[in-house]
Nanobody, 119 residues
Framework: QVRLVESGGGSVQAGGSLRLSCAASGSIFSINLWGWYRQAPGKQRELVASNAGGSTNYADSVKGRFTISRDNAKNMVYLQMNSLKPEDTAVYYC??????????????WGQGTQVTVSS
């Protein structure tokens, strides 16, 4: 079993910053792809940022403001969120794709952490 737990969400005024963290635990052998997604009420879940080790990608709406990084030794991924806007308000989820110690592929989601940006 693999578990992902997000933390770092909260309420912040527009222009503020938050740093989200996601820790993976369990029978992990490797994590090849980390992703941060978000879902606002009434909207589909969207990919915000991803880190595949050799490359990072960002949604156009967050480029220049958000930074995804990973710590392979700790099996953690982070999302630094600067210059937050009200439209960034959503539940943020981390996602991990990799293999467990039995070489079985997995795709796990965290429980989500609420980010609320007020104007």
């Amino acid at each position: 079993q693999v578990r992902l737990v997000e933390s770092g969400g909260g309420s912040v005024q527009a222009g503020g910053s938050l740093r989200l963290s996601c820790a993976a635990s369990g029978s992990i052998f490797s994590i090849n792809l980390w992703g941060w997604y978000r879902q606002a009420p009434g909207k589909q879940r969207e990919l915000v940022a991803s880190n595949a080790g050799g490359s990072t990608n960002y949604a156009d709406s967050v480029k220049g403001r958000f930074t995804i990084s990973r710590d392979n030794a700790k099996n953690m991924v982070y999302l630094q969120m600067n210059s937050l806007k009200p439209e960034d308000t959503a539940v943020y989820y981390c996602n991990a794709n990799g293999r467990d110690i039995l070489a079985r592929a997995y795709n796990y989601w965290g429980q989500g952490t609420q980010v609320t940006v007020s104007s």
